[in-house]
């Protein structure tokens, strides 16, 4: 199964900064997936990351506000723009190693924004 | 929308009884899986269950799932403290990609 390293684990923000958040596997993936998890809420999908493409955004989530880049196949990033407090989330990366449909997770970043 | 709704939101038993959750979706779907969440951390895979299956183990872990009633049930047999968690349903459709519910969050009492 995929090991993956999330960092950070959290941060406290200013409103108006960014935020890249990292996610590093140890295994080559195709497909890496974002989630923001709000408090109380489910998981929402925020892109689909494959390596060699520009990432594929859900609605509601646009590339302004959180640029990915997938450099390679053990790697990926997600920014969190000119944060607002409303951005306050966790953040989870995952993958679907081998496209054996179940995910692996990150251990998510915990964003306060004030 | 593919999306699970968890029931209930919340459960809260004693060390050594069964908890069981419930998940529910609207349309028709590949496979369901369940997932465990700690203290809102990272969510670890506990088990998939496809369309063509009825009923699947995993030690103390039981799935059902009725296609008819778009429903499939979780059941944690002999409860234990360390099975404190959030428990969520991901359903995959033709997207492939898991869609989330919200989840029912467990506590189990010492």
């Known amino acids: 199964s995929a090991v993956i390293s999330q960092k950070p684990s959290r941060d406290i923000c200013q409103r108006g900064t960014s935020l890249t958040i990292q996610c590093q596997v140890d295994?080559?993936?195709?497909?890496m997936f974002w989630y923001r998890q709000q408090p109380g809420q489910s998981l929402t999908l925020i892109a689909t990351a494959n390596q060699g493409s520009e990432a594929t955004y859900e609605s509601g989530f646009v590339i302004d506000k959180f640029p990915i880049s997938r450099p390679n196949l053990t790697f990926s990033t997600l920014t969190v723009s000119n944060m607002s407090p409303e951005d306050s989330s966790i953040y989870l990366c995952?993958?679907?190693?081998?496209?054996?449909?179940?995910?692996?997770f990150g251990s998510g970043t915990q964003l306060s924004v004030l | 929308s593919q999306q699970g709704e968890e029931d209930p939101q919340a459960l809260s038993i004693q060390e050594g009884e069964n908890a069981t959750m419930n998940c529910s979706y609207k349309t028709s779907i590949n496979n369901l899986q369940w997932y465990r969440q700690n203290s809102g951390r990272g969510l670890v895979h506990l088990i998939l269950?496809?369309?063509?299956?009825r009923e699947k183990h995993s030690g103390r872990l039981r799935v059902t799932l009725d296609t008819s009633k778009k429903s499939s049930s979780l059941l944690i047999t002999a409860s234990r403290a360390a099975d404190t968690a959030s428990y969520f349903c991901?359903?995959?459709?033709?997207?492939?990609?898991?869609?989330f519910g919200r989840g029912t969050s467990l506590i189990v009492h010492p």
């Open positions: 269950i496809r369309s063509n299956e």
């Open positions: 295994s080559q993936v195709t497909m």
């Open positions: 995952s993958v679907d190693e081998g496209g054996n449909e179940k995910l692996f």
């Open positions: 991901a359903v995959v459709g033709g997207s492939y990609i898991p869609t």
